[in-house]
């Protein structure tokens, strides 16, 4: 069955960098959907970035456009997220997901079927 395994989060200053990465298993990793998404206490989970490697596309959140960088190693069945300058709005449990089949509104949670358990992001 599917697994993802996120790891990198932890507390920085405002300002600095993190990257994340998730650990993809059970599936052919290429030719799917990936994406990152976060949740605040209190808050609905968002949708951070999204990567459609058949199809090509990236999409990005505008709250972290300019910021963020979603990327992978397909020979690694590996998803990353590099966050540059980080701001304490961007303080949350970050998850990564995944998706069997093209997704349509990648923003919305509910059009992903394979979550990971998360990791912490503080900024302070």
């Known amino acids: 069955h599917v697994q993802l395994v996120e790891s990198g989060g932890g507390s920085v200053q405002a300002g600095g960098s993190l990257r994340l990465s998730c650990a993809a298993s059970?599936?052919?990793?290429?030719?799917?959907?990936m994406g990152w998404f976060r949740q605040a206490p209190g808050k609905e989970r968002e949708g951070v970035a999204a990567?459609?490697?058949?199809?090509?596309?990236?999409y990005y959140a505008d709250s972290v456009k300019g910021r963020f960088t979603i990327s992978q190693d397909n020979a690694k069945n590996t998803l990353f997220l590099q966050m540059n300058s980080m701001k304490p709005e961007d303080t949350a449990m970050y998850y990564c997901?995944?998706?069997?089949?093209?997704?349509?509104?990648?923003?919305?949670?509910?059009?992903?079927?394979?979550w990971g358990q998360g990791t912490q992001v503080t900024v302070s």
């Open positions: 997901a995944s998706s069997l089949k093209t997704v349509g509104s990648w923003f919305l949670s509910s059009q992903w079927r394979f």
């Open positions: 059970g599936y052919t990793y290429s030719g799917y959907y």
């Open positions: 990567n459609g490697t058949g199809d090509g596309v990236t």
